[in-house]
């Protein structure tokens, strides 16, 4: 048994206190001299037999590393601060980028899991007609854009992915589904694209959801996913636009992520701004395709600018005018979108198209990639339809009421030469159009038939992708019919209450409610469902158009169509608190008026 307990002696410490003991710390800042530390007396207490004590040693402050800015000089290299003065579309950026919608808000961390995790939601909380704030969360690694240039050669999954079995409409309902958590022990779904998962749950949207609602035809693949989407691993500019469409249309049907699409639309802005400036060193396709991205991001954003669209358009068409060489898939199927996207502007806004009018039977159906030459889709072209040769017809109509400004802006000013010169052009082209719009019929798939307004085989017999093709009939029949309603009451001027405009509306409200009806390509449809819906007089119709509307919202889900439908209500609500002789209910830009005074102008594409 131990009697006693020896005390150990304090040990030495292995570093000097910084302070020495606070008995003869004045004393030695005066004599600048050091405390030789030695415990439990130093020497010099010792000597003046006074009482020695220490303070604690503290530890070390380190300074905190401060985590890098998501967004900040992390792209390709690139400086975000680089000088934009150059940058010709400037104007089109409305509101100046602050630093905060340039820096990622991305702060949550690695999820393992599945490169999607949904809180706990139900159907109801996700349906498209009552869209409610819904948490999607997503898991980060880190910070900044993690874009591959090349593709991962050895990856289990392909980079374009297979459409899915159900119906667009149907995976709205679940934006962005878990994959088989068996792949996710091979290799995350979309890896090639971006380490993040909310990036790669943003490119499966893109591919899976978003993509199928913007093209009429894609029996051997999806044309956004076989020619756009490939670019986009050697350009961030197309990347940043992917991302932020893809947002966009989340965040408008009530899912929340942790990086906005204004974020990524300003960086894709940005990374276009650095490649205008290399001039002739970048690739032409690569800028066609960023500008291109954005124009469907504005439209389907719909923040109220005008000038934004018509200024990407400019820019699309100054490219397309400077490319040389041969044209390749790719080129062809942007140059069809801003075919597309050019006349739906000029009549939307009341300008005239940036482009001339292609000449009769230059435009041909563009198919996708590998398309088999004996399909039943062979005369569907992938962003007309069957309105392939209809649309030089719309090109000419789009750019009548400029030339009807002209002349009224002539015979203002008293300019009595033009003004006859251009009533004379304008009385030609509009009775040209009036006839062309007659004669004009669909151009229909070999050995197809239409017998009672239903496609069939020459023999009677049911034909493949008979849903498909009734509903993109369907589509461009609502064009001629509103291209009616267009030319008679904007262009001529008559009453909405006139048999020939009623007669044309009602015949487009068909048309459209059996598009929806038969829930087939809807990304054209409401530019038709709009022109046709604002002279809709009586309760058939309105029925008709409120229809089509719900429709096309519940499988689109796009802030345009929402935007147009209470601009219809607001005309039908004027209309119906005006006698028929007013002044008022002639007037023919009366939706126009309502849209400025609500602070909304819609590109109906």
Known sequence: MLLYTKIAPPKVPKRRSRAGCTSWCHYSKEKKKKCDETRPKCARCAEKDLQCTYEAVKPRQRRKKEPPQSGVAQDHGEDRGQDLDHYPWREMMGDEISESDCLSPMDTKFSGMSPVNFSAASESALSPVEATSIVYDYGVTEDGDQIRDLVRKNSSISVVSQARSLQPDLAMIAPCPVGSPTLEFVLPAFSEFSDHPN???????????????????????????????????RSSPIMNAIYALASAHLEYRGVETPEKSLYFHNRAIQGLARLIEQEGKVDKIELLAAIMLLVYYEVLVQRGRTNIVDGHLKGALTIMSSSQGESTPASLFLERAFRFYDVITALSLGSAPLSTAPAAGCLVPFPPLDAPAASPLSN?????????????????????????????RATRENQTSKSA?????????????????????????????????????ISGEDIPEQQRLQSILHNALAYRHSAFVYLYRTIYGCPARREVVQKHAHAALVHCVETVSHRGPMGALLWPLFVAACEAVSAEDRALSQTAFAGINQRQGMTNIGQAWNIVQEVWKRLDGMSDDSPEAQDTDLWRKVSAEMGVNIVFG
Not at 216 to 224: D, K, L, Q, T, V
């Open 199 to 233: 990036r790669r749950a943003l490119v499966d949207h893109f591919c899976n959801v978003l993509s199928h609602l913007i093209v009429f035809r894609e029996e051997s693949g999806n044309p956004f996913q076989q020619l756009v989407l490939p670019l986009s691993h």
């Open 380 to 408: 569907v072209d992938t962003l007309l339809g069957m309105a392939t040769t209809l649309w030089p017809i719309m090109h000419r109509l789009s750019n009548l009421l400029s030339l009807k400004n002209d002349i009224e």
């Open 421 to 457: 010169v251009l009533r004379m052009e304008f009385e030609t082209t509009s009775q040209a159009i009036e006839t062309a719009l007659t004669q004009w019929e669909p151009c229909l798939p070999p050995n197809i038939v239409i017998q009672d307004g239903v496609l069939r085989g």
